[in-house]
């Protein structure tokens, strides 16, 4: 079986969209997948199945609508998939270390796109690159690096126009979910 990582997009924010994780988990049980286990109330959820990518963030995404009554799109990563993510990181130590010396928040994230951006998006997102925000495209996951803040952040607000549905973790968060998933 496939260890993978839904990670759900725009849940419990701002007061919207609530879902609680007990009941998320039951929903994924529901639908047949196995040793499912949820990582914060952001939406995370680890779990194992044979089935194909495509397949699954169907089913769950349609469980999800039934269940609680509003659609949530769902980007799904195998556990192998976030190990990369996590060693293939295009940042060096120094730059890292740099950003979280001006910042008292997060700086490192990674935006997990549906599909690959079309070339001529990612271009546009050039327009946002600057010595506070800067950003690196490796197949379907864009790494982001904030020297401020994301929430100020030009590029982390247009990275929602790359064409595919695309939700944001911080990278302890996914450096989390790597180690909970490795342990299933």
Known sequence: MNIYIALLRGINVGGKNMIKMPELKKAFDSIGLCEVQTYIQSGNV???SDEEEATLQTKIETKIE?????????????????EEIILDCP?????ISEAESLSDK????????????????TEYLNAYRNENDDY????????LLFRNSISKSKLANNVQKLDAVVTVRNWKTLSKLVLLAKGI
């Open 91 to 95: 940042f060096s130590k120094d730059e």
């Open 46 to 48: 680890i779990f194992k």
């Open 106 to 121: 997060e700086c490192l994230y990674v935006a997990l796109l549906s599909t690959v951006p079309p070339k001529e998006k």
């Open 66 to 82: 039934a269940a609680f009554g509003f659609p949530v799109k769902v980007i799904l990563r195998m556990l192998a998939e976030l």
């Open 136 to 143: 690196r495209i490796i197949g379907r996951n864009v790494y």
